[in-house]
């Protein structure tokens, strides 16, 4: 076991010689981000942070990953979960939703559909931020897992490909 943490730390810092990283390890999954990140968590679920641009920021950066299985979805094709998930932030969201694209996305070796969503936030914050977000759908096994990135508009690529680089290191515990 220790010959694997070894490796893992040694592909880590591989990586990106140039950023220094960690990993993240869940139960079912790990990922590698950049140490400009901060980890933390969102009511129970675990979050990574892109690095705070000022002490004014109304809204921070993050990205993380949710995990379904069970009795409706187990037997869905990517795309009939994809057209699931999507009708079911419509009555959420409403005309908040501005746009929806979905595209092919690889995440390694697992084939995912990304999405694209750009939504304004009336329904959950009072000062109406517009946010934009980022979505990557895997399915593994029997589970779906939605990676979700969710920044401003005009922040959005400045992150955009750290995020890329984190998706990139997704590996599944079996």
Do not use: C
Not at 127 to 134: A, F, I, Q, R, Y
């Amino acid at each position: 076991m220790r010959f694997i943490a070894v490796l893992l730390v040694v592909w880590a810092a591989n990586l990106n010689a140039q950023t220094p990283t960690g990993i993240f390890n869940d139960k079912e999954f790990s990922l590698i981000f950049p140490l400009s990140w901060d980890t933390g968590h969102f009511a129970t679920l675990p979050v990574l942070y892109a690095p705070e641009e000022s002490a004014k920021d109304g809204f921070r950066d993050n990205m993380n990953i949710t995990s379904e299985k069970g009795a409706g979805v187990e037997d869905l094709s990517l795309d009939e979960y994809i057209e699931l998930s999507i009708n079911n932030l419509e009555p959420v969201l409403g005309e908040d939703i501005k746009s929806v694209k979905v595209i092919p996305y690889a995440v390694g070796k697992y084939k995912a559909e990304g999405r694209v969503l750009t939504y304004n936030t009336t329904k959950f914050a009072d000062d109406g931020t517009e946010l934009k977000l980022w979505q990557a759908i895997i399915k593994e096994g029997r589970k779906f897992y939605v990676i979700t990135y969710t920044s401003t508009p005009d922040y959005f690529n400045k992150y955009f490909s750290d995020v890329e680089s984190i998706v990139s290191t997704l590996r599944f515990k079996m």
